[in-house]
């Protein structure tokens, strides 16, 4: 099944079920989709206004970019849901005999790699959309800006979430030296972009506030 092709009524069902995926990582990657989404509205919503014409090219160059991650971001969706299966399988490996626990180790450590690189990626790709964000809300149509601040609050809720999945991953490694790595990068990915997105919905609710 592929969960970015899937209607939004069957996705929230099955994520609402005991089905082991989708789960979170792939629901921060539909979030940042969503977001990204919203900010390429503000874009669409700005190009060929006279208004506009100086900001022109700066808003057909957002909203290639905005396309681009949008894919990306569905891509993630389907594959979050591909490396946590076999995860999930690996948690039930028999354990009884010492070669039985050292196969399920080796299964397990070789999963826990997988399962962090795409919640990783998706941290990364929401940083990319966090950034877009800030020239959507910057020089984008005013009738639209409010949609800029909603796209990069979801794109930060992306962020968080997919940090999460990053953490849960590797806490379990046995290597922790490369779960150290994992960390430190998730992060610097969430010191560098949580605080820009704050600062672009603190613009935009300032701005509709007229304060």
Request: glycine letters at 10%.
């Amino acid at each position: 099944m592929n969960f970015a092709e899937i209607s939004c009524a069957e996705f929230i069902s099955r994520l609402g079920s005991k089905a082991p995926v989708p789960g979170g990582g792939g629901a921060s990657a539909l979030v940042g989709a969503v977001g990204t989404a919203l900010g390429n509205m503000v874009g669409a919503l700005t190009v060929g206004k006279k208004k506009y014409a100086e900001v022109e090219g700066d808003m057909i160059r957002l909203r290639e970019a905005a396309e681009k991650l949008q894919g990306e971001f569905l891509t993630l969706v389907q594959r979050d849901a591909e490396v946590f299966e076999p995860l999930s399988r690996a948690y039930g490996l028999p354990k009884e005999t010492e070669a039985q626990r050292e196969e399920k180790d080796r299964v397990m450590e070789a999963a826990l790699k997988e399962a962090c690189s795409v919640p990783l990626e998706i941290m990364s790709k929401c940083g990319e959309a966090i950034r877009l964000h800030e020239e959507f809300a910057a020089k984008g149509s005013r009738l639209a800006v409010s949609d800029a601040g909603v796209g990069a609050a979801f794109c930060k809720a992306a962020l968080l979430g997919a940090s999460l999945n990053v953490y849960i991953n590797t806490g379990a490694m046995k290597d922790r030296a490369l779960a150290g790595e994992y960390n430190r990068k998730a992060d610097a990915l969430l010191a560098e972009y949580g605080p820009c997105s704050d600062r672009i919905f603190e613009s935009v609710k300032n701005y509709l506030k007229k304060e």
